[in-house]
């Protein structure tokens, strides 16, 4: 079985180990374009040692971001400010990820991350605007959606796609598809949050339409060598929610359709969601949907011990572990987790005073 500092394969893309950086929301991008910030924040880890860095949820459309401050690849400008982070990546052997996102029903806040504001929702003076989901059902604490037509449906489909192929063109090495969370596909696929009787409400099937077509069309703008990943909410949590057999069930759906990772996360889409929460506490989830279908995972969730991380991977519960706030604590957190499980990993050569032995 592999280990943590292990590399990863995926299609044509290999990954120096399976240590990744979780994306992030940071609230401090302008008009969706990411700012000097990000090339300090995202430059950290990426000379900190992770096989990849995943950049935070991007808005496939303006209305997409989850905050005013939130990044976007709806235009050329937006994709082209991530060049030189992605140059950088490289110049370490980093792969660069980005997670192409629809807020649904939970944008149009302000930047809430960093107590900017004593408010929640933007207003429109402040650049906020009237949020979509597949039923008008609010999210507790923010205002009722509206209801998306199929005509918008499809619409969002070639959005993401176009979004896609900005990516692509940007340079990043892998695509990421944010379904979790709460966010519009999960709002899809929760019948929590999906009371449509057309052909995207109801079913199994029909829930899952509108993830399947985005898939679909973000794979179809990639090339054959580059990894595609889908972060799933691989539970509700809540009785009468999404659950896991679904997910299980929905894994080898979207493998087919060209997904090769299902970044597996949970819960986010109600707020009273009884969630046991503790140290890698979402591993069960990967590892059920690595164990019974075969196709790749990822864990994420209060990881954030050396010994715990290698656990999982060379146990074989998931391929890769993410980590978020561990990395806000420490960017360089792989340099010191190869040195406490005794593996050599190369430094960057500007750091390399800075090893222990
Ligand atoms: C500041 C912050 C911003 C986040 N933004 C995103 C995001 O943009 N997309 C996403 O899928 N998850 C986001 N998350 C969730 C993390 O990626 C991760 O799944 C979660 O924090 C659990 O991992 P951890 O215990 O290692 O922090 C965010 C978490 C934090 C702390």
Known sequence: MPHLFDPLTIRETTFLNRAWVSPMCMYSAEDGVIQEFHHAHLGAFITGGAGLVIVEATGVVPEGRISIGCPGLYTNEQAEAFTPIIKLAHSYGVKMGIQLAHAGRKGGTTRIGIGLSDHMIATPEEGGWETVAPS???????????????????????????????????????????????????????????????EYGGSFENRTRFL???????????????????????????????????????????????????????????????????????????????????????????????????EIISSGKADAVMMAREFLRNPRWPLMAAEVLGVKIEWPRQLTRGKKA
């Open 212 to 310: 399947r077509e985005v898939t679909s069309a973000v794979r179809h703008e990639m090339p054959d060598s580059m990894p595609l990943f889908v972060r799933i909410s691989a539970s509700d949590w809540t009785e009468g929610g999404w659950t896991i057999e679904e997910s299980v069930e929905l894994a080898p759906i979207l493998k087919e359709l060209g997904a090769d990772l299902i970044d597996t996360s949970s819960g986010g889409n109600v707020h009273n969601a009884k969630i046991t929460v503790g140290p890698g506490y979402q591993v069960h989830f990967a590892h059920a949907i690595k164990g019974i279908t075969g196709v790749s995972a990822s864990t994420v969730g209060m990881i954030t011990d050396p010994q715990q991380a290698d």
């Open 136 to 198: 008008a059902l609010a999210f507790e604490g923010y205002p009722v959606p509206r209801e998306l037509t199929t005509g918008e449906i499809k619409q969002l489909v070639k959005d993401w796609a176009d979004a896609a192929s900005r990516a692509v063109k940007a340079g990043f090495d892998v695509l990421e598809i944010h379904a979790a969370h709460g966010y519009l596909l999960h709002e899809f696929y929760s019948p929590l949050s999906n009371h449509r009787t057309d």
